[in-house]
């Protein structure tokens, strides 16, 4: 569709115009949502000017039809697109699902809203939540799984593209923008209908555990008028390099490689491409743009020193430092956690939660943590699934956190 350069510019001012007040733009009605992959579809394209919408500001908005399980029969829907920041402080668009029951809520105050964090893991863009709830994608819509039970129990739901424009998996600090940032977009979306005085938790599991943990931890920083109940997170991949490390070579490498391409796309300082070899190089670019079933069937049991011209590319000091910068512990949350793990997963080692509770407790936490001695990662998140609901539940009625520190 052909723009006359005086209707360019009129859209162009009233974008600007937009932005200063944070109100939404109503999305172009050209794209079905779900209809094309979010590289072909214009609503996740920045706007020029996504700088001078402030972190949080509304960009566009549009309703759309779940296709994921029996959501469309409970909730309406909507994606909301707004500005954040990478980890360098860069802006950026954002697009985050907002799922409200369609049923009047009958509980005390106002309904709560929890910003549930899927486990996207993977590095293209057609594996975002918003995509796989718009489309049916099996993989993409698999986060509706675990946003079920809290609608059923007439919360609402925000689900943020949290890896960004660019599909990063395991870059903690641009995640935790995305999801802080998220929260402010959906409090400034009137259409949804909740109130600016709706309480507010985190929710994830496994690589939406790590998006979690990290806006709990950033909060206080970044978003200190982000007032959250509580934050709740499973077999969270805490420290990279020490998961990087239990992953390399075995069944689950894939996970390895996801993170190691989009640690070299968000921080360009690693210069990852320089300690490939031919090999490497190649893989680096078989591991872009793929969806986790891809990554795991490609890059089984590979090593990551196979593809490296150095013996160990975790140690190199460029590298340690992007790795340790994705580590959680620097600082603390300030709203009560619920960290759940099993003793036994075979993907994310406990011990490396463990240290990341041990470095928020003594920063003063409290943070309610259940070990299982039998599991496995998928099946912890089955496990203990009602119990995360529930802690959540006690968080919106005021009930007194256990603390484990």
């Not at 872009?288 to 150095?310: I, M, N, P, Q």
Request: proline share 7%; net charge negative; aromatic share 8%.
């Amino acid at each position: 569709m052909r723009r006359s350069p005086l209707r360019a510019a009129a859209t162009l001012a009233a974008a600007g115009a937009l932005a200063a007040t944070g109100l939404a733009a109503p999305a172009s009605a050209d794209t079905v949502p779900g209809s094309v992959p979010p590289d072909k579809d214009p609503f996740y394209k920045a706007p020029a000017n996504i700088g001078s919408y402030a972190p949080g500001a509304i960009v566009a908005s549009r309703a759309f039809t779940p296709k994921a399980g029996n959501v469309a029969d409970t909730a309406n829907a909507w994606q909301v697109s707004y500005r954040t920041n990478d980890s360098h402080g860069t802006p950026e668009l954002a697009v985050t699902s907002v799922l409200v029951p369609k049923a009047a809520w009958t509980g005390s105050g106002a309904r709560p809203v929890v910003s549930v964090q899927a486990a996207e893991d993977s590095t293209g863009s057609q594996c975002a939540p918003s995509y796989g709830l718009a489309s049916g994608d099996l993989f993409a819509s698999s986060a509706a799984i675990y946003a079920g039970p809290m609608l059923s129990k007439g919360w609402a739901v925000a689900m943020p593209d949290f890896e960004g424009p660019k599909s990063v998996f395991m870059a903690g600090v641009q995640a935790g923008h995305a999801v802080l940032d998220g929260i402010r977009a959906v409090r400034r979306f009137t259409d949804a209908g909740l109130p600016a005085t709706a309480p507010w938790a985190l929710a994830g599991y496994s690589g939406g555990a790590q998006a979690t943990g990290w806006a709990a931890e950033l909060q206080p920083s970044y978003a200190p008028e982000v007032k959250l109940a509580g934050a709740s997170m499973g077999g969270i991949p805490a420290d990279p390099e020490a998961v990087a490390r239990s992953l390399d070579g075995g069944v689950f490498s894939g996970f390895e490689a996801a993170a190691a391409v989009s640690l070299g796309t968000e921080y360009p300082e690693m210069d990852i491409g320089s300690l490939m070899n031919d090999k490497g190089k190649q893989a680096m670019a078989d591991a872009s743009g793929k969806c986790l079933t891809d990554l795991l069937t490609s890059f089984a049991f590979k090593k990551l020193s196979g593809y490296s011209t150095v013996p160990d590319p975790l140690a190199v000091p460029r590298v340690r430092a992007v790795l340790k910068a994705n580590t959680l512990g620097a600082a603390a949350p300030t709203v009560p956690v619920f960290d759940y793990h099993a003793n036994t997963d075979e993907i994310v080692p406990v011990a490396q939660d463990d240290a990341m509770v041990k470095a928020w407790c003594s920063r003063g936490a409290t943070v309610h943590v259940v070990r299982d001695a039998i599991g496995e990662h998928a099946l912890e998140m089955v496990v203990r699934q009602n119990d995360a609901v529930n802690f959540l539940n006690d968080r919106f009625a005021g009930k007194a956190p256990v603390n484990d520190c």
